[in-house]
């Protein structure tokens, strides 16, 4: 895991709904290397799962 992945985990993190285009956006990446680091992160277990905090 370098530091993109860590600033890419720090937004979903923050906010999960962001498309991997804005993501990649923030972190300056194109769009699908973002995705492909997104979709590695899953596989490997670093992202388990998406949830939504309610009031």
Do not use: Y
Request: positive net charge.
């Amino acid at each position: 895991m370098d530091k993109l992945d860590k600033r890419i985990l720090d937004l979903l993190q923050k906010d999960a709904d962001l498309t991997a285009a804005d993501i990649a956006e923030r972190v300056g990446l194109s769009k699908a290397p973002c995705w492909r680091r997104i979709q590695r992160l899953r596989e490997r277990g670093i992202i388990k799962r998406t949830v939504a905090l309610l009031e």
